[in-house]
């Protein structure tokens, strides 16, 4: 079997590729032709000859690396290429949010066209493979006021463009004649915090949020391009039932790890978000994907950390003042208060 897999240097793409490779299946990767894609892929051709070192040294089976094919669903290039010869698609390659919310036209000619343009490939190869779509739990909106858990038949209403295009995309490739499976995703942050990802800051404090780890998610995409029993199917990715915690219960154990500490809550927006969550009984059965929880994350995150940690302790203040000014909910309260201690002054 070879399975084309786009954005397979991503977080969660990077993992379906591993899973792959170690069932055996022949991986080819669809990405643009970056600096720091060609990065990428010499460091995961480094972690491969590792493998395939020890493997040997295990008397396993030796795992093979995956092809490139380099191209843009921009315009379209090198997917015809990337296509020939696959019996199945992972499409994981999109523009999330903020860019997606704050670039719309861009990200929608990526994310919505160049799914178009995948799909036409798709059925102009004549090969026909079944194509893995990476949804999102985005599709529901906002199910705050809802009981959850958020289930597959339960009415979809995007309340951002991210979540809007998903749901297009949905359609459209379910309406393409092709073979396909739709798996919606959970909250998978990538295990590496080189950098602070502001949609932290827009997700309030009580809102429920369901984590998977990247690994997880990536295992089960892996295993539903493999699996007849997934075709034509809609399935919920999620961590479990002890990945289901509120927004606070996930912020301030990261904080806690990073040895930042909790930030006010003020940091914080009030609108609901589109997190939940969910029930994925049913993709859990078939995958057996969910292996690991939060806390597990966060020892990975801590040893990933390493060193960092201690130089953020000793400068905990500054890291907390940098953390702040970053959101504009708090830059808003604290502008509040020197508005209204200074009209307390006046009187």
Known sequence: MKVLVTGGLGNIGSAVVRTLLEDGVEVRIFEQKTKINLKKATE????VAKAAVKAIGLGKRQVRGPEYAWGDLGDGSGLAEAVEGCDGVVHMAYIIPPT???RTAWARNINVEGTRRLLAACVAGGRGPRVVFASSISVYGNSQGKQPPRRVG???GPIDAYGKMKVECEHMLI????????????AAPTIDWKRIDPIMYEIPMTDRIEFVHPDDAGYAFAKAVQSPAAEGRILQIGGGASCQMTQYEFMRKSLVMLGVG???VEAFGRKNYHTDWMDT????????YQRKDFDQFLREQRKRYGFRKSLVVLGRPVARMVLLSKSKY???YTRSLRHRNTRTTAV
């Not at 004649?177 to 919606?184: D, E, K, N, S, Y």
Request: proline residues 6%.
């Open 44 to 47: 995961a051709a480094t972690r």
């Open 100 to 102: 997606s919310e704050r």
């Open 154 to 156: 339960d009415e979809v």
């Open 175 to 186: 309406a393409s004649g092709l073979p396909w499976t739709v798996l919606r995703v959970a």
């Open 262 to 264: 909790m930030l006010p």
């Open 281 to 288: 009984e049913e993709s859990e059965a078939l995958f057996h």
């Open 330 to 332: 708090y830059k808003e």
